[in-house]
């Protein structure tokens, strides 16, 4: 079965740039949708962008220009990079599949990566 | 973006006893193609978040029938006819009619 494993850098500093990476094992990238979801206290479920494997893309507008997402094939990862963090920015960010756009169904998630900002 | 208002935020059930959740969007969610995006999901206690419910009314598989939802336009309800142990979680609505999906602030359901 399909498995998806975020991977990044735990703790961030104030305005620099976070990483992330979803392995996906157990199938592949294509022809699957792929979203990035973060869940802070704060804001709880919040959905951030989405991309598939020919690097159709949509991200919410709400990180206005600072979330870029990218899809490796060769690897089957896909990457999402936020920049000028802050405080707000943490969460506990989530990768999920989706069998096509809009579907929503999340099938599966990973287990979510926690991420600090904090100098 | 649409905004996603779920009420109670906290929801003591007895074992065996309905319960029901409300989500209330702030505007209403039917697309042009005559559908409602309308979805429910469940998040146990240290899990990822699951979909219970798409479309307003429609279960995904493997999701059990004590599960249901309902509502129109910008007022949704998910049941729970009998509440079990293992349904213990935080629940959340979302609407995918807009962009960006935006989802309700939760409802945690525990046993009382």
């Known amino acids: 079965q399909v498995q998806l494993q975020e991977s990044g850098p735990g703790l961030v500093k104030p305005s620099e740039t976070l990483a992330l990476t979803c392995t996906v094992s157990?199938?592949?990238?294509?022809?699957?949708?792929w979203s990035w979801i973060r869940q802070s206290p704060g804001k709880g479920l919040e959905y951030i962008a989405y991309m598939n494997s020919s690097g159709d893309a949509g991200y919410n507008l709400s990180f206005r220009s600072r979330i870029t997402m990218s899809v490796d094939t060769s690897k089957n990862q896909f990457s999402l990079t936020l920049s000028s963090v802050t405080a707000a920015d943490t969460a506990v960010y989530y990768c999920a599949r989706d069998v096509s756009y809009g579907d929503y169904r999340f099938d599966p998630w990973g287990q979510g990566t926690l991420v600090t900002v904090s100098s | 973006d649409i905004v996603m208002t779920q009420s109670p935020l906290s929801l003591p059930v007895t074992l065996g006893q309905p319960a029901s959740i409300s989500c209330r969007s702030s505007q209403s969610v039917v697309y042009t193609d005559g559908n409602t995006y309308l979805n429910w999901f469940q998040q146990r206690p240290g899990q990822s978040p699951r979909r219970l419910i798409y479309?307003?009314?429609n279960r995904d598989s493997g999701v059990p029938d004590r599960f249901s939802g309902s509502g129109s336009g910008i007022d949704f309800t998910l049941r729970i006819s009998s509440v079990e142990a293992e349904d213990v979680g935080v629940y959340y609505c979302?609407?995918?009619?807009?962009?960006?999906?935006?989802f309700g602030q939760g409802t945690k359901v525990e046993i009382e």
């Open positions: 979302m609407q995918g009619t807009y962009w960006p999906p935006t």
């Open positions: 479309q307003v009314s």
């Open positions: 157990g199938g592949s990238i294509s022809p699957y949708f």
